[in-house]
């Protein structure tokens, strides 16, 4: 099975680049068995040309590739400006200053922390979007040096 879903992996067409991988590679369209079988308008248009004139217009694709090429390279760059914009449309700016209390979310990957000893604060101490350093730990009464540095993406601000 594996010919046949690399097959169809190699002849769709890609939305990043705007074109097949097969094209971009031989510099046409790859014929799928099924146009073998019912011929579609490109086949029956290539089984009337005699072989001179099959190769001089397989030539001209060849010539052409390096265009195709450059095409789905252009395609490529505007579709990754569009995924940036689209991503920056979501993203919210988040300034911290120093002494301010915020909620730290714990991932469940985490194992330092669990249960219901997990600390439930955070301060941050340097004002920096990226490192927040002290966290209340309910269990202790008062605050302690975290172990690692934390994202800004991994708390919100808590509100007493």
């Excluded at 705007?18 to 094209?23: I, M, V």
């Excluded at 789905?72 to 940036?84: D, K």
């Excluded at 990957?109 to 966290?135: M, N, W």
Aim: with cysteine; charged share 25%.
């Amino acid at each position: 099975m594996l010919p046949y879903a690399l097959l169809g992996y190699r002849t769709t067409v890609r939305t990043s680049v705007g074109a097949t991988p097969y094209l971009l590679v031989y510099g046409t369209e790859a014929v799928i068995p099924a146009e073998v079988e019912i011929p579609s308008l490109r086949i029956i248009q290539e089984a009337e040309l005699s072989d001179v004139e099959w190769v001089r217009k397989r030539i001209d694709q060849l010539t052409l590739i390096d265009e195709k090429r450059m095409v789905a390279v252009c395609h490529g760059q505007l579709y990754r400006q569009r995924m940036t914009r689209a991503f920056h449309k979501k993203v919210r700016s988040r300034t911290f200053e120093v002494g301010q209390l915020v909620l730290k979310r714990i991932f469940p990957h985490q194992d330092e922390y669990k249960g219901k000893f997990a600390p439930k604060l955070a301060r941050t101490l340097h004002g920096s979007q990226s490192v927040i350093r002290r966290c209340l730990n309910p269990v202790r009464d008062g605050w302690h040096e975290w172990p690692k540095p934390i994202n800004s993406d991994a708390v919100k601000r808590y509100y007493v």
